[in-house]
């Protein structure tokens, strides 16, 4: 299919304009489209990624960012475990998204912000865990993003990214170039009735760095430690970065 100008990732602001735009437009449809285009296999993902954000059990005091949080599924993720007593705080700069998801919120603990990561509205290591779920690769520059995370978060806290990334085997890299420059983008159309916004998708997979960039990226940009590995075969993959400095007490 071929790929419309609307469609590829633009720079700077005019790319936080192009996401927000999107994102606020596709709002009512996304939940629908994200479990059908990945055939549910996100809610694993999400899962995984809040085993490894590890975050102690039974403390009030904990503060979680979930950053790009769109409409919370990895907030409602973390605030539905058993043990979790903490707070999050879901972040978004597309205000529809976090409107839509209002509703999945019922009593749990989790405090919408509508907000830009790149320019994050808190104080300085106000959060002991950071996380984000396929967010990094719309920010229009993933290195500020990473120093937003490392200074909001304590020295020693963690964050997890979760994101998109290209198969490192041939076979099954193209089963995915197909599936995602051919089906997803049609499916994406016709359910969203979104002209270009499934299509953006695989273009902005296509530019992101491949993993281990990434890793380089958060180490210097105030983590000490950039662990990562792939997810189902490599169609995504997650980061696990600890905060430089030595964590006091919860870390
Ligand atoms: C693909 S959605 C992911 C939503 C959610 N994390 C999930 O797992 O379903 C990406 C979200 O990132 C948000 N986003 C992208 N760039 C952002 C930025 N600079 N600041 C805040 N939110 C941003 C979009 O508005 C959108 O809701």
Redesign the pocket.
């Known amino acids: 299919m071929a790929t419309t100008p609307e469609a590829r990732p633009h720079q700077g602001e005019a790319r936080?304009r192009q996401?927000?735009t999107?994102?606020?437009e596709i709002?009512p449809r996304?939940?629908l489209l994200?479990h059908v285009l990945s055939l549910n296999i996100?809610r694993r993902w999400?899962r995984r990624a809040v085993d490894l954000l590890d975050v102690p059990a039974g403390d009030p005091e904990v503060r979680v960012l979930?950053?790009?949080?769109?409409?919370?599924?990895?907030s409602l993720e973390l605030a539905g475990r058993k043990g979790f007593s903490g707070r999050v705080v879901a972040?978004?700069?597309?205000r529809p998204?976090?409107v839509e998801g209002q509703g999945k919120l019922r009593g749990r603990p989790i405090a919408p912000v509508c907000?830009?990561?790149?320019r994050l509205p808190f104080p300085d290591g106000a959060f002991h865990r950071a996380m984000?779920?396929?967010?990094v690769?719309?920010?229009?520059d993933p290195a500020r993003?990473f120093a937003e995370f490392a200074r909001i978060l304590r020295p020693g806290g963690r964050l997890v990214i979760?994101e998109f990334t290209t198969p490192p085997n041939r076979l099954m890299r193209g089963f995915y170039l197909f599936y995602f420059h051919r089906i997803l983008p049609l499916v994406g159309r016709v359910v969203s009735g979104h002209p270009w916004a499934y299509s953006y998708?695989p273009e902005s997979v296509k530019e992101f760095p491949g993993p281990q960039e990434l890793a380089g990226m958060l180490e210097t940009n105030g983590f000490q430690r950039a662990e990562w590995s792939y997810l189902t075969a490599g169609i995504a993959a997650i980061h696990v970065a600890v905060k430089e400095g030595t964590p006091a007490g919860r870390g």
């Open positions: 936080e996401v927000r999107l994102f606020s709002a996304y939940d994200n996100d999400r979930d950053a790009c949080a769109g409409t919370y599924d990895l972040s978004d700069f597309a998204m976090l907000g830009d990561t790149l984000v779920a396929f967010g690769r719309n920010l229009s993003g979760l998708l």
